[in-house]
């Protein structure tokens, strides 16, 4: 298990090094940002502590350049105790937990073990898919550079389709992932929505990225209608 330290408080830095050594871990340090994204890009690390204060970029940018550059490595953001607004643009920016500053060594260590657990997947915070994007976190949906309006629902059934490119999915389980059992009226509800989405994200642009696959449900083209 190798770790990445990015802190540029060296008291700090030191502290979680050797903290993370005792642990039998193996754990580099990037005192700055700019440090921190070239060797992510060399090194393939089990985990990356990222300090959200750091001079030049700080963790959000680090993080929001690590995954568009293709990183994955999950990563623990470390944060002021009271910046909520911190944390939500850090998990919003790829970044998979956060721990508020000052913290017990302990917890981090059961963070840092339970994200490694759930692996480096791709699991961009921006989904996309051929030139259809969606951004859970601002609620936007873009098809090439035209931004479009969805309701809500219509929104809940594309991300349920962005978030499973390719896959046929059965009326059933897109009822069951876009809507809850306060929903009474079920029978073609999802018909009626694909219609929707249809007339939105594919025919103004002569596309056809929602596939009927008759007799099961529906698909969304991997390549987006393109
Ligand atoms: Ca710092």
């Avoid at 219609?195 to 390549?223: N, Q």
Wanted: charged letters at 30%.
């Amino acid at each position: 298990m190798r770790v990445l330290i990015v802190e540029d408080e060296l008291k700090m830095a030191s502290l979680l090094r050797r903290g993370l050594l005792e642990e039998g871990y193996a754990a580099d340090v990037a005192r700055m940002g700019e440090d921190a994204l070239w060797m992510a890009g060399a090194v393939d690390y089990d985990a990356i502590v990222l300090d959200l204060m750091l001079p030049g970029i700080d963790g959000v940018e680090v993080c929001r350049r690590l995954r568009a550059s293709g990183v994955w490595s999950p990563v623990l953001m470390l944060t002021a105790r009271d910046a909520y607004e911190d944390r939500v643009a850090g998990l919003d920016a790829g970044a998979d937990d956060y721990l508020p500053k000052p913290f017990s060594f302990a917890e981090l260590l059961a963070r840092l073990r339970a994200l490694v657990r759930r692996g480096a997947a791709e699991r961009p915070a921006v989904l996309q898919v051929g030139d259809l994007r969606l951004d859970p976190a601002t609620r936007q949906v873009w098809r090439g550079d035209h931004e479009l309006s969805l309701s809500a629902k219509e929104f809940a059934l594309l991300e349920t389709f962005m978030l499973r490119p390719g896959e046929v999915l059965s009326r059933y389980r897109l009822l069951e992932h876009a809507w809850d059992f306060g929903y009474e009226n079920r029978s073609n509800v999802v018909d009626v929505y694909v219609r929707y989405l249809r007339a939105k994200i594919d025919r103004p642009f002569g596309r056809d990225s929602l596939e009927t696959v008759r007799g099961v449900g529906y698909r969304l083209r991997r390549d987006g209608g393109a």
